[in-house]
Structure formats: structure tokens, C-alpha cells
């Protein structure tokens, strides 16, 4: 079973920046297209940006697009989000898990709040 443990969120002033990480642990296996998702209050989980297993594909919505960075190191079993120009509709509790189901379990996730 592999985990998931996401981290790096916080308070920040919209135009600020924060880098979530996410680490995984437990038995190595198949390398798997990540993606990260966020679900702010009253709303659906909604995929933010994804990296394929091979680090050479990535998408973003475009509500990030130009201020998000998806990266991944392998040495690590870590995947990270670069947020950079953040706005307070980024405010959301931040996941990470493979891109698309079937999904591993989901940690709880960290949450991010932009203030105005």
C-alpha cells in the first residue's frame, strides 16, 4: 500500500507564494502520473495540475495556468507544487494522488489560505 503525505501549506497574502510537497511511502511499485487536487469549501475535488510518469507531460487548469509548477523528484517519492501569484479562490485543502482513478488512498491533504 502506498501513502500519501502532503505538506507545505499555510496563510499567505494574495500574491504570495507556497510550495506543497507531497511525499510517498510504503511498498515501491509502478511509477504513476500524479496529479494535485484541491477542494475549497462547498465545492467538488477538482484536479489542478498533472505530471506523467516520465516527468515529460504536464497540464494545469486554467485557473493556474503561468502560476502553478507541477515537478517531481524520483529519488524522493515526492511530487511538488510550485504556487506563485496566489489569489484567495486558490484557498482549498491541496491532495495529491495519481492523475486519474483508480485512485490510492488519499492523505489528508494541507490547506492552503490566500488572504485579500
Known amino acids: 500500500q502506498v501513502n500519501l503525505v502532503e505538506s507545505g501549506g499555510g496563510v499567505v497574502q494574495a500574491g504570495g507564494s507556497l510550495r506543497l510537497s507531497c511525499a510517498a511511502s510504503g511498498r515501491p511499485g509502478t511509477t504513476y502520473a500524479m496529479g494535485w487536487f484541491r477542494q475549497a469549501p462547498g465545492k467538488e475535488r477538482e484536479i489542478v495540475a498533472a505530471?506523467?510518469?516520465?516527468?515529460?507531460?504536464?497540464k494545469y487548469s486554467d485557473s493556474v495556468k503561468g502560476r502553478f509548477t507541477i515537478s517531481r523528484d524520483y529519488a524522493k517519492r515526492t511530487v511538488y507544487l510550485q504556487m506563485n501569484s496566489l489569489k484567495p479562490e486558490d484557498t482549498a485543502v491541496y491532495y495529491c494522488n495519481r492523475d486519474s482513478p483508480p485512485y490510492v488512498l488519499w492523505g489528508q491533504g494541507t490547506q492552503v489560505t490566500v488572504s485579500s
Open positions: 505530471i506523467s510518469w516520465n516527468g515529460r507531460d504536464i
